[in-house]
């Protein structure tokens, strides 16, 4: 019989938790917790590890910039729009609100 690596688990607090096997017999488990980072840990020995987390920075968060907006973490500010494009609201864009993202330029 063929048995998946893959095992779920759910706590009382509605939290889950994948597990993995792999073929080297590390461990491991992924929980996605309730503020939205994904973590896997890998058991070593008798305590278990963080190993991986995401989102690593505010660019990894999906829709930082809008659309047709464009996350650069070394830049100031981070969001820029790509070109050919402008903030669709420049007041929310100069206050630190970027969600609203970039429009095509119509001039």
């Known amino acids: 019989t063929l048995t998946s690596p893959f095992s779920f688990q759910q706590d009382a607090n509605g939290s889950g938790y994948f597990s993995y096997l792999s073929r080297n017999f590390k461990l491991s488990r992924l929980v996605l917790t309730s ?3 994904l973590k896997r840990f ?10 991986y987390k995401a989102p690593v920075n505010s660019c990894d968060y999906y829709g930082v910039c809008g659309p ?6 070394s830049a100031s500010p981070k969001c820029k729009c790509f070109k ?20 095509r330029r119509t001039e």
Request: aromatic fraction near 16%.
């Open 35 to 37: 503020e939205g980072f």
């Open 42 to 51: 890998q058991l070593s020995g008798t305590d278990w590890e963080v190993t």
């Open 68 to 73: 047709f907006g464009l996350c650069v973490m």
């Open 84 to 103: 050919g494009f402008i903030p669709k609201n420049s007041e929310e864009w100069k206050s630190g609100n970027w969600t609203g993202g970039c429009v």
